[in-house]
């Protein structure tokens, strides 16, 4: 199907409260839980046992696999369990447990890498377990290990943030612009990428002037990073969404950026690759927006990864009223989640709990045909009718009507006015697809 920039989205509200307000820093926690699938991919097998004593920093699991990534102790203790734990996502994996002993001693093997190479960039950020911080997951080591028969004329920064609520990749534009720019040009120059843009919704004043003065400054004289600044609408920072408006170029179904000459990355992902670099210490923390109507005390928090979900809301101030409906992620995109016992993993940007009046869901109602969904997807698919053949279970109807180039951005059923599940429904059609072995 033929993709186009005209025929996508939703004009959900922004509700960006804790856009101004400078991230906190959440204090180690006496326990964290590291999921050993915290990545698209393979999931990582544990480096550790019951009873080994851990560092900050240091890899504790690892995976063969090339899309996977290492996985690091954000705190320094104990392992006292490795257990089978559900993700939110339904599936289960094994995950290590840590106890503190509320030191934070980082290990040896924090060094920052040397980087003379394309080679050396792409093993410094497997090594540093980096995956796309944008929500995606991806391991960002792969993007940067470009096949010969791909050339990059083209490095898009993604910093759009189209979910409601979520603001911590605007916070890391304000907070830690340096570093966006210091990657940037690490990533140019051994990739030899000839043009940069920055992209950024135009409901983040303050982080558009902040990119424009340091891009516009001595410092990076070498120009060649053009602020983008774009219209607010969902699902903007959506990859496919995001290069059409940033180079006017398609991205065939079925094909990656790489393949139109583009790199895209997460504004935080760059951010952390350059601090990486100069410093070794790898992904173990993670700026996640805690917001919501159920949110005592809303704002930005940095935290080890796999601290209790719990644990960073009690920092928040705790519950003001019962979460009736909790989500790791934004409210187009996220996940639910049965309670607040799970933890942070590394591609979590925001949790968001709700009371009773803002988690109440409408009662789903006949298809009138009005064609929004249609109207609003990116993707250019039919989600009545992908809905329709993922309730019948017909795995050779959503193969033809493209069920797997769904991205899942939840435009079709936030524009229905019947209030039809109907994202719901194509995620099990894909899963459907995927168990029936059929591509």
Do not use: W
Not at 100 to 119: A, H, N, R, Y
Not at 174 to 186: A, H
Not at 251 to 275: E, Q, R, Y
Not at 309 to 314: A, N
Request: hydrophobic fraction near 35%.
């Amino acid at each position: 199907m033929e993709f186009s920039s005209k025929h996508r989205g939703a004009d959900v509200p922004h509700r960006k409260s804790t856009a101004q307000m400078e991230s906190s820093i959440l204090p180690p926690p006496g326990q964290v839980i590291l999921p050993m699938q915290q990545h698209a991919g393979a999931p990582c097998k544990p480096l550790v046992k019951i009873g080994d004593e851990v560092l900050v920093g240091q890899k504790i699991a690892d995976s063969d696999a090339f899309i996977g990534a290492p996985i690091h102790a954000s705190i320094s203790g104990k392992v006292s369990a490795i257990k089978k734990l559900m993700l939110p996502g339904g599936q289960y994996s094994e995950a290590v447990v840590i106890d503190s002993d509320g030191e934070m001693k980082v290990s040896p093997e924090v060094q920052p890498p040397v980087i003379k190479s394309p080679e050396d960039l792409v093993k410094a950020a497997r090594e540093s377990g980096l995956v796309g911080l944008g929500g995606a997951g991806f391991p960002t080591h792969v993007k940067l290990n470009v096949p010969k028969d791909k050339k990059l004329d083209t490095l898009i920064i993604n910093a759009a943030e189209c979910e409601p609520y979520i603001t911590a990749d605007n916070r890391e534009v304000l907070e830690n612009t340096q570093s966006i720019f210091d990657g940037i040009s690490v990533v140019r120059h051994m990739l030899k990428i000839d043009r940069v843009i920055l992209a950024i919704e135009d409901n983040k004043p303050n982080g558009i002037q902040k990119l424009k003065e340091l891009a516009d400054s001595e410092k990076n004289a070498e120009g060649s990073v053009h602020i983008l600044t774009l219209p607010s609408r969902y699902p903007q920072g959506a990859e496919k969404v995001l290069v059409k408006a940033c180079t006017d170029r398609e991205i065939p179904m079925g094909k990656l950026p790489a393949d139109v000459g583009c790199l895209v990355m997460n504004v935080t992902s760059v951010a952390f690759l350059a601090d990486y670099i100069k410093t070794g210490m790898p992904l173990i923390k993670k700026r996640v927006t805690i917001d919501g109507s159920a949110i005592q005390k809303p704002q930005n928090v940095i935290v080890p990864i796999g601290t209790k979900i719990g644990d960073v809301i009690q920092f928040c101030g705790g519950y003001r009223a019962e979460p009736k409906k909790l989500l790791m992620g934004g409210p187009m995109m996220g996940l639910s989640l049965p309670d607040d016992s799970f933890p942070i993993l590394k591609q979590n940007n925001g949790i968001l709990a709700f009371d009773e009046r803002e988690a109440r869901m409408n009662k789903p109602t006949s298809c009138i045909r009005c064609g929004r969904c249609v109207n609003g997807c990116p993707m250019r698919l039919i989600p009545t009718q992908l809905e329709r053949y993922s309730n019948a279970k017909d795995i050779e109807k959503l193969q033809e009507y493209d069920v797997m180039d769904c991205i899942e951005c939840g435009c079709c059923a936030f524009n229905c006015p019947a209030n039809r599940p109907l994202v719901q429904a194509i995620r099990l059609g894909k899963a459907l697809v995927k168990a029936g072995g059929k591509h």
